[in-house]
């Protein structure tokens, strides 16, 4: 399908040598990218297709602290302050907007999971407030579902996915980074025991100092330098949809989907935590480490032998630094939407809100999701590889929290002060045998 997602005038090649080398042009690679150019010093990021072209132009957009993974409530907030300054610096829409976030219910077991989450949450000050059955109701006008109960948080919002990476990058290169686009990071250059350089596919960068954001292929990349990375994708579908007026003009949150008011009218829309897993080897090498996420999710997700296991973030590939790498042979990850999907969303969309009879679906795409087995992301230096600093595995939330994330990786990378206390995302808990619990709130 072609590409949904605003385009930069990238550098035209790499520098032979820079202070600091981002791997991966979504919005955490972007953002840590932004960051350390900021501070004065001299960055390359090179992307192996397009800036924003994967996870973070096909997400949902939604901007949030509520609900989150206590361990993420900080990013979260300070992402949220960072998407309203860096708006005002860019001098561009990245459709950042306060609507309000909405999650409804059914059922009195999610009311339990969000109260005690709102008492866990409240020593942060996160603006957030539980809805009787009668407020659910008037927070999202013309549902013909019984909801129970409900929470809403009105200082959470959206971000427009295909606007704000690329407005990002352009933000970074005034600030003098260089951005290099159909660019693939083939690996790292060893001396002295630490990293000095990495080779791309249009030649070396001489560097100490590299940030690995590059989403779905973190394990792939690792893999290749002897480094274990946990991670899984799950292919999701989304969609928007023609304009229609009422219900919402923030976003809502139901059991069986979700959906934002966009810019031109219409909706975008997710499924719930459903998706598709398809089997490949790298997910065969880590089943035992995501089976309590799988099990509690089984129903929602569905399994197959797909191309995964020959072609993609997942497959068994071995290549040499000299040679065309899997990275570049799959310049934009692009799943395929599910149709059937798509249809039991819009179903679900006039059960719930009869008022919208007629809606339509006017465009939808997949986009592969990296998980990591207790969905938290792993922003943290790499032991095995003095001078990497590894940012992936944010687990279908790491858009909103894109600006804190990318600070943080660059605050690790140059030995500033963490911006968040670091210590939640360590790589180490994923393969030490700490983590043994599936994903919390995510
Ligand atoms: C359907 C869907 C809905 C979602 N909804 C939300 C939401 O509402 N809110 C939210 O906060 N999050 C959401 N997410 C999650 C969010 O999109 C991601 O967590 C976030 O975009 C991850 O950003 P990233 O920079 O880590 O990865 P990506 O955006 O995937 O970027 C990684 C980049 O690295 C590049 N790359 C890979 N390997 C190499 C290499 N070797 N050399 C050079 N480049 C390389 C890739 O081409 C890619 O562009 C959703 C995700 C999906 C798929």
């Known amino acids: 399908m072609p590409l949904m ?35 004065g010093h ?19 957009g939604w901007v949030r602290q509520q609900n989150r993974d206590i361990a993420e409530i900080p990013m979260a907030q300070h992402s949220l302050r960072m998407w309203e ?19 409804v219910t059914r059922s009195q077991a999610d009311v339990a999971l969000w109260e005690n989450w709102a008492q866990v949450a409240k020593p942060f000050g996160v603006q957030t407030r539980m809805l009787s059955a009668k407020e659910t109701q008037e927070m999202s006008p013309g549902s013909a579902l019984p909801w129970v109960g409900g929470v809403h948080s009105p200082t959470d919002g959206r971000a427009e996915p295909r606007l704000a990476c690329p407005a990002l990058a352009r933000l970074a290169m005034r600030h003098g980074a260089a951005i290099v686009e159909n660019c693939a990071a083939r690996g790292l250059e060893m001396q002295g025991g630490r990293v000095s350089g990495v080779v791309t596919e249009m030649g070396t960068i001489r560097t100490q100092s590299v940030i690995c954001a590059n989403g ?11 480094v274990s990375l946990p991670q899984a994708s799950i292919r999701a ?3 928007r949809t023609s304009p229609v007026a009422g219900v919402t003009e923030g976003g809502i949150s139901t059991p069986k989907f979700t959906f934002r008011r966009r810019e031109d009218g219409g909706f975008t829309v997710g499924l719930s935590g459903r998706g598709r897993l398809e089997i490949a080897p790298q997910g065969l090498r880590y089943a035992r480490e995501f089976w309590p996420m ?37 310049r934009v990850l692009d799943p395929a939407p599910q149709q059937s999907l798509i249809d039991q969303a819009l179903a679900a ?13 006017v465009e939808s795409w997949g986009g592969a999701i990296d998980w990591t087995p207790d969905g938290l992301p792993v922003i943290a230096p790499i032991a095995a590889l003095p001078g990497f600093v590894l940012a992936a595995g944010f ?24 911006i968040v206390d670091p210590t939640p995302f360590r790589h180490e808990r994923l393969i030490d045998g700490t983590v043994a619990k599936a994903p919390g709130m995510v």
């Open 395 to 418: 687990s279908g939330h790491g858009f909103g929290t894109g600006p804190a994330s990318g600070h943080l990786a660059a605050d690790l990378a140059l030995g500033d002060p963490p």
């Open 216 to 226: 779905a292929w973190a394990s792939m990349f690792l893999r290749h330098h002897g």
């Open 5 to 39: 997602v605003d385009r930069i005038t990238p550098t035209p090649k790499p520098p032979p040598a820079a202070d600091v080398v981002v791997i991966g042009g979504g919005i955490v690679g972007v953002c840590a990218a932004l960051f350390a150019a900021r501070r």
């Open 85 to 103: 300054e860096l708006q005002a610096e860019t001098n561009e829409d990245l459709g950042f907007r306060r609507k309000g976030l909405v999650y």
């Open 42 to 60: 001299s960055v390359a990021l090179v992307e192996k297709g397009v800036i924003g072209g994967e996870q973070s132009s096909r997400n949902w």
């Open 294 to 330: 799988f099990k509690s999710r089984f129903d929602k997700i569905s399994i197959r032998l797909g191309r995964s296991f020959i072609e993609g973030p997942e497959a068994w590939s071995k290549w040499s630094l000299d040679q065309v790498s899997p990275f570049e042979r799959v």
């Open 349 to 361: 969309i006039v059960e719930a809100y009869p008022q919208l009879a007629g809606i339509r679906a």
């Open 237 to 239: 579908t989304s969609f």
